[in-house]
């Protein structure tokens, strides 16, 4: 911050610089510029250079800011006449003029002026360095406006998905708790190691669901400890379960249980006590890619599968906020068979 508070003092100091000795650009070669530089330094007030140099800054950080864009104009420009009239008041007092010849040398700016034209140049220097002022600040204001909606749209952003977040959770635990419920009501000694994997989940969800990213390899071992809990529930008369994870797994991130949701529906409306429910499901990390494979049969009414749409839904809004131009979403579904396919950076 202190190393770009330098460049711009610099900046400034280069461009007041330029601004003063700006007729040497346009000099003969053969022209005798030293002379020339002593001259117009001499012929010209500190007092002047230092008023445009006030004008400037006190237009660019008091006026604009404090007067005309706080709806006080007509005290802007009265300000403003109030300043020209004082300029023309030294120039008069001064006996500032700008000569066609200083120090032997012509001065390139006066070449093919009109007396006239002559006359009133120093007072240009009062437009000039207000013009120039005005635009700065205006440039400025309009960066620091565009920063603050970009600020904004970032919170509101951040507060969807906090919004998105705080609906995973309770959708969660509830099929969860469910589950166990079905165990424990029927004394099957599967309840309590239930428990035991709900507990480690729960432990994941409470300290990891908040943050905008996590640790893969903590979301692929909550992922673990769901298949674990499913297949404690489920009937292996029917059910074919087929889950595997390839590739490292090591210094990537993910959004918390984004996967979640699609492993979720596989199982909630995917499985079926009557008929066979083959559940495939696979996840591949490649460098820093991560393919997600989900297929299985639909045995759930249309009504059910309404509230999967609004899971659906849930997820492809987090995946536009925090991949957005990144990912892929496939989501086919073939008469009974619903097949996902997802691919994201990690």
């Known amino acids: 911050m202190k190393g770009k508070s330098t460049v711009i003092i610099l900046f400034h100091i280069l461009g007041w610089l330029c601004f003063f000795f700006l007729p040497v650009i346009f000099m003969q070669p053969d022209s ?41 104009k007509a005290r802007y420009f009265l300000t403003l006449l109030l ?10 007092f001064f006996n500032v003029k700008k000569p066609a010849i200083i120090a032997g040398v012509e001065d390139p700016l006066a070449r093919a002026s009109t007396y006239k034209l002559r006359q009133i140049r ?22 620091k406006v565009e920063n603050k909606l970009i600020e904004n749209e970032k919170e509101k952003i951040k507060a969807e998905l906090a919004f998105l977040n705080a609906q995973i959770n309770p959708h969660f635990l509830f099929n969860t708790l469910n589950n166990i419920y079905s165990l424990s009501i029927s004394n099957s000694p599967k309840a309590s190691a239930s428990i035991l994997g709900l507990s480690k989940i729960l432990r994941y969800i409470t300290s990891e669901i908040h943050n905008e990213m996590v640790q893969l390899e903590k979301e692929l071992t909550c992922i673990e400890e769901f298949i674990k809990l499913q297949k404690l529930r489920l009937s292996t008369d029917t059910v074919r379960l087929k889950f ?84 892929s979403l496939t989501i086919d579904r073939n008469n009974e068979l619903y097949e996902v396919k997802l691919n994201l950076p990690v």
């Open 122 to 143: 120093p007072f240009l220097l009062f437009i000039i360095s207000w013009g120039i002022s005005s635009i700065i600040h205006y440039a400025s204001r309009l960066r």
């Open 83 to 92: 300043l020209a009239i004082a300029f023309y008041l030294l120039l008069i």
């Open 244 to 327: 595997e994870i390839n590739g490292s797994r090591l210094n990537k991130k993910i959004a918390p249980l984004l996967l979640m949701t699609f492993i979720e529906n596989a199982f909630k409306y995917g499985v079926s006590n009557e008929r066979a429910s083959p559940i495939d499901i696979s996840i591949d990390i490649h460098d820093d890619r991560l393919e997600f494979y989900s297929k299985n049969l639909m045995h759930q009414h249309n009504k059910s599968l309404e509230h999967m749409g609004l899971g659906i839904l849930n997820a492809k809004k987090r995946l536009d906020h925090l991949y957005s131009g990144k990912y």
């Open 32 to 72: 005798n510029i030293s002379d020339f530089l002593v001259a117009r330094i001499s012929q010209t007030p500190v007092i002047i250079f230092s008023f445009l140099i006030l004008l400037f800054y006190g237009n660019a950080y008091f006026l604009l800011p404090e007067l005309f864009f706080k709806q006080k």
